[in-house]
């Protein structure tokens, strides 16, 4: 008995000395960061602006009833490295400073043009960040990005955070982005992030409704190396996605084979891309292979979709949609930025492995100058719940 | 300080007699004299029948309940008979039907004509008269104290050394009810009472076999309470009924109220929280307990039965497991498991998360739950070590409370310190939550395992305050080596799972069918471990047989 006592003793001492962190935090004693920010002020310093859970207005239910004042605190502090920052924050903030709740890492714009290397390596040390934090671009400063209001979540740094893991557009979490930073063969690329009007809430009367601006993605920032040299809008990103081989969900949207002027949509059910190399001792192309498989879901036009002709046509008509957006991120990849976003170089160095070592550091040239061949592969599932027109009068 | 002490016990206590104790002599009347059973047993009778009756007068003086009724045999003054009894303990119609009036009344008629001696009417009495179901004769007078005081009435007969006892006993005592600690909902419903002989009775009625053996013997110095060690031969393992007669054998109380006594006397591990002998009010249990090799003992004066080796898994069986269909009872079981895990770390952890782990919760939970707390003055372990406090007392105040009033608690304890303490701001609801969940879970297992678990949450709960989810850790390991260090009766008390026995896992965490549990625990009904046939599975006949 006094063995097992003295033995549990010695536990509890050995906790204290070798665990490291006494970190007993009460949750009163937290500030939550929902949202940090990096932007860099015209004389090169860091300003990090953090969006805080303002705990006390988000009581939900019960007592004390939610929305008393705003639900976030947006605080901004400067110095000459994002730590600095953060010190000069922490005079202003009364509660220690916790980020594992963080949701959105947003870049300025101007912090982006000048190499984001510097303002990663913080998050990455710290214990306390998670990797899962999505990295996103803002067109203009992080800090409005982060003082924007959301109507329907609790904070905007969440709606965010939402809107990101709907993968409706390009989105990317902090671990993956610093995979792409540190991988030859390949760009970063990150969401783009910026405020743009989103929806009206409606007053008694008409005069008294308010119109909202509100952060949103609208396309994906590319990088070179590490800095910022341009962005993709949205249509452009999906045939990023397309050739990422990324492609979750979405619609294409094609026009009617046989009544021009009208239009089809199909939701995208399943989709899958390969890029295969080659390399003949002087030139590099790539043949990627897309397959899409959809569902039709809404038809303008009022062809029968049953007959096998029909249907041939509009699975064509879908490939050549497909194609068109992946050749639009590829001509601007290639063109104008001279940028491999699509993971290419790391197709070749997968199939190559010797040669990549000799191009490996002019890849960006090279895969500027590649021919890339698209082999389409669709077909039309389903129809949803109709075959033919339902309004049609036969 | 002697001073006034000493006049004042003289008062009270009146002087010490010198040399009291050193007079033996059985014709003197001395009230003050203390007997030792040693002392009674050697003392025998004699024929004369008022020395006798003198003397037990003596031993039973100032015992106000005791009768001594003298009467004539057959209307016959010649010869004398003095029954003896203590009031209240034997059937009165039996005494004055069955003794009484047979030997009084009844006489004359068996020998017709016959003249009464001295000498014939001793054996007259044994083998004629007395339609008793149990008689006994001694001629020694400890056994005489005994049998009075245990209820029999015993027969005096002048000129003969020799008594006989009359066993008829009939007190007042509960019927057979209903279990009031260990309900089912399927399942027999009837419960043991205080009086061993109906207990061991209620055993008898479900096991009808020669093998099951009853074996009886007297434990405590002053109150001589009847005990009985039930076992199953072939069945069980030799060496523990051995072991438990050698363990009660060694045991000099003065008393032995109820099986806690015995329990605490015999257990294998004394400083553990955790109990090493099975206690239950259910017969069909100890059946059951019997049935698999186990020991049983039962205590004269409560309905509460021991059984021997205890496992640790048993916590998580109710008898109902093997009464409902297997599927159900297996989920049950799990969920068992579940609830105590809850009792014991519910509270711990989620004081442990709150401290130290933010960064465990799910965002939009942690923003909850900071709010909830943004007005609570209190650190987390400080409310919940209160919280729990508070719901200890209601408990226990719920169990002592007279019954007209249990509304009043239920109220007090839901209203004012649920409703009340987290409007006030006083609590966070979570923490109300948390430990509301931990109480009702403590409930949904065995009720002598949540005992043992009610106290070891306030140690984790310590240790997640101090050192967060590693203090818990370390609290989980601790309690799991010393768990792996029982034995109950010199059977690992984490048997079947550790040491492993995969064919006892059916009956641990699941329960197979019983078609497939072939076999008695291993460990403790080694000595015929096949419970059943094989192949009981039932089956549609094989392809090709003819109806």
Known sequence: MRKLLACLALLIVVAGIFSGCWSRKEMSELAIVLGAGVDRTPDGQVRLTLQLARTGALAGGGEGGGGRGATTWVVSGTGSTILDAQRKLAERISRHINWTHNVVYIFGEEAARHGIRQYTNYYSRSPQPREITWVLVAKGEAKDILETISQLENTSAQDIGYLARAKTGFSINFKDFKVMLATKGSNPIASRVEIVERGVTLGPEKEKSVVHKGAALTGTAVFREEKLVGWLDESETRGLLWLRGEILKGVITLSSPTEPGKEISV???????????????????????????????????????????????????????????????????????????FGFGMAFHRKYPREWAELEDRWDEVFAGAYVDFVLESHLRRSGLLGKRGSVRE | MTRFVKPLRVRLFGRRKKGSGQDNSPKDLQKDKVFSDQELQNLGLSPDLQANLLQVREILSECSDVVFREFDFAQDERIKLALIYVDGLVDKTQVSDQILRSLMLDAPLVEQGGEFTRARAFMLIKKKLLPMHDLKETNNLGQVIDAVLEGAGVLLVNGHACAIINYSRGWEGRKVEESQTELVVRGPREAFVETLRVNTSLLRRKIKNPNLKIETMKLGEVTKTDVAVVYIKGIVNDKIVAEVKERLNRIKIDAVLETGYIEELIEDSPWSPFCTLLHTERPDKVAANLLEGRVAILVDGTPYVLTAPLLFVESLQTPEDYYQRWPVSSATRLFRLFTIIVSLLAPSVYVAIITYHHEMLPTALLLSMAAQRELVPFPVFVEAFAMEFTFEILREASIRLPRQVGQAVSIVGALIIGEAAVRAGLVGAGTVIVVALTGIASFAYCYAASMSIRLLRFPILVLAGILGLYGVICGVLFILVHLATLRSFGVPFLSPVAPLNTGGLKDTVVRAPWWAMLRRPRLIGMANPQREAEGLKPAPPPAGRKR
């Open chain 1, 267 to 341: 939701e995208i059910m399943r989709g899958h891309t390969e890029v295969e190399p080659y390399y003949d001792g002087e030139s590099v192309w790539f043949v990627v292979k897309i397959v899409v498989e959809g569902d039709l879901l809404e038809q303008q036009s009022s062809e029968d979709i049953t007959e096998r002709d029909v249907r041939k046509a509009i699975e064509e008509e879908m490939a050549r949609e497909v194609e068109e957006k992946a050749r639009l991120a590829l001509d601007k990849a290639q063109g104008e930025y001279g940028v491999d976003i």
